[in-house]
C-alpha cells in the first residue's frame, strides 16, 4: 500500500535513528525536569521564591522555551514512528511525492519533500 522507495533495510535504518532521537529527546527532558511534567515543571519554575532576584527571569524563560522545543521535538519523533510503522511513512504530505532516503536519513522527522518544504517555509 505504500509507494515509497524504502526497502525494509532502510526502514529499519530510519527507525534506529528516530530510536536514537527519541531517546536523547527523553534524557534531555529528565534531565532538565527531573522527571516532572511539562505542567508541573512550569509551576514549580513559577512558584519560586517571588523575591528571588530579578536576573532568574530570563533564565526560567530560557528553560521554559526549551523544554517546549524538546516537547515539540518529542511529539514530532513519536508521530514519525507511528507513521513508519503504519507504513504510512516517507511521502510528502503536501504533494505525495516520494522522499528521497538521503533527505529522511538527515531529517528523520521530515513529513515534505524537499520542494514543499522550501515553499512552506517561504510562505
Ligand atoms: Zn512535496
Known amino acids: 500500500m505504500s509507494d515509497t522507495a524504502l526497502t525494509a ?19 534531555a527532558m529528565r534531565a532538565q525536569q527531573g522527571g516532572a511534567g511539562r505542567v508541573e515543571f512550569a509551576s514549580q519554575l513559577l512558584s519560586d521564591d517571588p523575591d528571588a532576584p530579578r536576573e ?11 523544554a517546549d522545543h524538546l ?28 522522499i528521497p532516503f538521503d533527505r529522511l536519513r538527515a531529517q528523520p522527522v521530515a513529513t515534505r519533500c524537499v ?9
Do not use: F, K, P, W
Request: charged share 30%.
Open 115 to 123: 520542494n514543499c518544504q522550501q515553499r512552506a517555509e517561504a510562505a
Open 56 to 66: 532568574h527571569e530570563g533564565e526560567r524563560e530560557l528553560q521554559l522555551e526549551r
Open 9 to 27: 533495510g532502510q526502514r529499519a535504518q530510519i527507525e534506529a535513528l528516530l530510536l536514537q532521537q527519541q531517546d536523547a529527546v527523553e534524557r
Open 71 to 98: 516537547a515539540d521535538a518529542q511529539r514530532q519523533i513519536g508521530d514519525a514512528l507511528l507513521r513508519l510503522r503504519a507504513d504510512d511513512y516517507g511521502a510528502c504530505s503536501d504533494c505525495g511525492a516520494t
